[in-house]
């Protein structure tokens, strides 16, 4: 039945199960142990490790004793690493543990980490030496007189080390694995950081093997398919969208160390990949890469997207050039990460100009922000989400938990989106990205969507910029397309041809690259920075 205001609920199929993480690995390797699990999809071939289930299972098992043999169950112990089939393994080990896992961000530097470190009060941190310049090893070693819950430091470089001995010591003691139920803690992710400091998001077990299932399911993707993974794991779409979303689809994972357009080409290639997801900057540089003329990639069948605003034009194009269903995520870490999502079957149009509607047992409603009562069909609001896929709340900051979970089990987003009678909402922004010039609120994601479309423009951000006289007058960041050339009057009256004036950006910078966060998403704070700093000149 058509809607009567802007509450929706998503479908009871499929079911939700009582499920942890440690229970899905076992259910794929008892029902498929020979199929291959996980490959390194690094770039030298020989080097390409390879698991089965019944490996991958065991690789799992043996890590959750020797993590038993040092940690108590509840403790937490974070990951600072690449996407490594270890890192998989840690996953599943921490839960079967009865552990806290705690992602941090490989790109992340000296202040960053041990704020992560701290306020987790991680008891233990596996770590490679170095990543792409960054020495987390020794970084590590030197914070370690300032994080006293820190009582081990594990190398990845002595990984098959720390097993063995784990193992004898876990037998040695007599220890057991713990019980561990589907409503425990077993993941601190922290959110992204598009609007500065940070929180830990508390997840459970229950919330991320149904998310993770039920993303698979929606996108399409089929029992035993190769699902290339790009997306960073210490991010949902990584550990979640991506790991337990081919664990509950039995499928063969192509585990990307760092994502570079022409090995993930390569990749798809070789293993004839069916399934990926990824944020629209990884798909505009594979689009924009040479290699994506002449790759085979007849397999796809099912490719999709979120972590920011995808762009109409986007999905247009992929939806020709891969002839694969395309679909759109849409949600936060705080909802496991996903609340909304197209499906593969619905028009280019809603693709194209739509998140889609709830997933099965969510609930989403559209608010006033100012007092909270749900809106008529159509007007813009608060996204706000309920059902199993909520967090517990953010780590040790009950005033944070609260402000975001009200008395009735609403998570309330921050992003302001409008709904149709179908249930399907449309995005306009973040509450705290909604420009206000003149007592008039302009919605960036509006501006974005045209300006993306123009052949000269590569990646778009609209920034409201504080202005005397306005308030806050609109600023375009962007970045053109290789080999043209961003001409600002052209893009004036572009706009202007489409859009009232007072909407037109008063400001135009042109970069080579954006600000973004370790999950793709531009983070227009810091555009703000720079631009306060002076570091920016204006077209």
Same mark, same amino acid.
């Given at each position: 039945?058509?809607?009567?205001?802007?509450?929706?609920?998503?479908?009871?199929? &499929?079911?939700?199960?009582?499920?942890?993480? +440690?229970?899905?690995?076992?259910?794929?390797?008892?029902?498929?142990?020979?199929?291959?699990?996980?490959?390194? /999809?690094? &770039?030298?071939?020989?080097?390409?490790?390879? #698991?089965?289930?019944?490996?991958?299972?065991?690789?799992?098992?043996?890590?959750?004793?020797?993590?038993?043999?040092?940690?108590?169950? /509840?403790?937490? %112990?974070?990951?600072?690493?690449?996407?490594?089939?270890?890192? %998989?393994?840690?996953?599943?080990?921490?839960?079967?543990?009865?552990?806290?896992?705690?992602?941090?961000?490989?790109?992340? *530097?000296?202040?960053?980490?041990?704020? !992560?470190?701290?306020?987790?009060?991680?008891?233990?941190?596996?770590?490679?030496?170095?990543?792409?310049?960054?020495?987390?090893?020794?970084?590590?070693?030197?914070?370690?007189?300032?994080?006293?819950?820190?009582?081990?430091?594990?190398?990845?470089?002595? #990984?098959?080390?720390?097993?063995? =001995?784990?193992?004898?010591?876990?037998?040695?003691?007599?220890?057991?694995?713990?019980?561990?139920?589907?409503?425990?803690?077993?993941?601190?992710? $922290?959110?992204?950081?598009?609007?500065?400091?940070?929180?830990?998001?508390?997840?459970?077990?229950?919330?991320?093997?149904?998310?993770?299932?039920?993303?698979?399911?929606?996108? @399409?993707?089929?029992?035993?398919?190769?699902?290339?993974?790009?997306?960073?794991?210490?991010?949902? /779409?990584?550990?979640?969208?991506?790991?337990?979303?081919?664990?509950?689809?039995?499928?063969?994972?192509?585990? !990307?160390?760092?994502?570079?357009?022409?090995?993930?080409?390569?990749?798809?290639?070789? $293993?004839? +990949?069916?399934?990926?997801? /990824?944020?629209?900057?990884?798909?505009?540089?594979?689009?924009?890469?040479?290699?994506?003329?002449?790759?085979?990639?007849?397999?796809?069948?099912?490719?999709?997207?979120? +972590?920011?605003?995808?762009?109409?034009?986007?999905?247009?194009?992929?939806?020709?050039?891969? @002839?694969?269903?395309?679909?759109?995520?849409?949600?936060?870490?705080?909802?496991?990460?996903?609340?909304?999502?197209?499906?593969?079957?619905?028009?280019?149009?809603?693709?194209?100009?739509?998140?889609?509607?709830?997933?099965?047992?969510?609930? !989403?409603?559209?608010?006033?922000?100012?007092? @909270?009562?749900?809106? &008529?069909?159509?007007?813009?609001?608060? $996204?706000?989400?309920? +059902?199993?896929?909520?967090?517990?709340? $953010?780590?040790?900051?009950?005033?944070?938990?609260?402000?975001?979970?009200?008395?009735?089990?609403?998570?309330?987003?921050?992003?302001?989106?409008?709904?149709?009678?179908?249930?399907?909402?449309?995005?306009? @922004?973040?509450? *705290?990205?909604?420009?206000?010039?003149?007592?008039?609120?302009?919605?960036?994601?509006?501006?974005?969507?045209?300006?993306?479309?123009?052949?000269?423009?590569?990646? !778009?951000?609209?920034?409201?910029?504080?202005?005397? *006289? #306005?308030?806050?007058?609109?600023?375009?960041?962007?970045?053109?397309? &290789?080999?043209?050339?961003?001409? *600002?009057?052209?893009?004036?009256?572009?706009?202007?041809?489409?859009?009232?004036?007072?909407?037109?950006?008063?400001? #135009?910078?042109?970069?080579?690259?954006?600000?973004?966060?370790?999950?793709?998403?531009?983070?227009?704070?810091?555009?703000? =920075?720079?631009?306060?700093?002076?570091?920016?000149?204006?077209?």
């Amino acid at each position: 039945m058509p809607l009567t205001l802007s509450h929706a609920a998503g479908p009871t199929e &499929p079911p939700l199960r009582d499920i942890t993480l +440690g229970e899905l690995l076992a259910w794929a390797a008892e029902t498929a142990p020979e199929r291959i699990a996980l490959i390194a /999809g690094v &770039p030298d071939p020989a080097a390409r490790r390879q #698991w089965t289930y019944a490996q991958l299972h065991d690789q799992a098992q043996r890590t959750a004793k020797a993590l038993r043999a040092h940690f108590e169950p /509840g403790e937490r %112990v974070a990951v600072w690493a690449p996407n490594l089939p270890e890192w %998989v393994m840690m996953e599943f080990g921490c839960a079967m543990a009865g552990l806290v896992l705690v992602t941090v961000n490989p790109a992340f *530097k000296s202040h960053e980490v041990e704020y !992560v470190l701290k306020q987790s009060r991680s008891a233990g941190v596996f770590v490679v030496d170095a990543f792409r310049g960054n020495p987390m090893l020794s970084t590590v070693h030197s914070l370690a007189g300032q994080l006293p819950a820190l009582r081990h430091t594990v190398r990845f470089e002595q #990984w098959t080390q720390f097993l063995a =001995e784990g193992e004898a010591a876990f037998e040695a003691r007599g220890l057991a694995l713990p019980p561990v139920r589907s409503t425990d803690p077993v993941m601190i992710q $922290y959110t992204s950081g598009t609007t500065g400091f940070p929180k830990g998001a508390l997840l459970h077990h229950h919330g991320l093997a149904n998310n993770g299932a039920h993303t698979a399911d929606r996108m @399409g993707v089929p029992d035993g398919a190769v699902w290339i993974t790009t997306m960073p794991l210490f991010h949902t /779409g990584g550990c979640v969208c991506c790991v337990l979303g081919a664990v509950s689809k039995r499928c063969t994972q192509v585990l !990307v160390e760092a994502f570079e357009p022409g090995l993930v080409l390569e990749l798809f290639g070789t $293993y004839r +990949g069916n399934a990926m997801v /990824g944020v629209p900057t990884m798909l505009v540089a594979m689009t924009e890469h040479p290699s994506f003329a002449v790759t085979d990639l007849s397999s796809t069948q099912a490719i999709c997207s979120g +972590g920011s605003t995808v762009p109409a034009a986007l999905v247009r194009r992929f939806e020709q050039q891969l @002839g694969a269903p395309f679909t759109i995520v849409f949600g936060q870490t705080e909802c496991s990460p996903v609340a909304s999502m197209t499906h593969p079957d619905d028009r280019i149009e809603d693709k194209a100009g739509t998140i889609g509607s709830p997933m099965p047992h969510v609930e !989403v409603k559209i608010i006033d922000p100012e007092t @909270g009562q749900t809106l &008529p069909l159509g007007q813009v609001g608060e $996204y706000c989400t309920r +059902g199993y896929h909520v967090m517990h709340g $953010y780590f040790e900051n009950p005033e944070a938990s609260a402000a975001a979970i009200d008395a009735d089990g609403w998570l309330h987003t921050g992003d302001l989106c409008a709904m149709d009678a179908r249930g399907y909402c449309t995005v306009e @922004g973040r509450l *705290k990205d909604m420009i206000i010039r003149g007592g008039e609120n302009i919605y960036p994601r509006e501006l974005e969507e045209l300006l993306f479309k123009h052949p000269s423009v590569g990646e !778009v951000a609209v920034v409201g910029l504080p202005d005397a *006289k #306005w308030g806050e007058q609109v600023a375009a960041f962007l970045r053109p397309k &290789p080999g043209q050339v961003i001409a *600002k009057a052209e893009l004036i009256d572009y706009l202007r041809a489409q859009l009232a004036p007072n909407k037109t950006p008063r400001h #135009w910078f042109v970069l080579d690259a954006f600000p973004m966060t370790g999950s793709g998403k531009i983070q227009k704070f810091k555009l703000r =920075e720079r631009w306060s700093q002076g570091d920016l000149v204006e077209l």
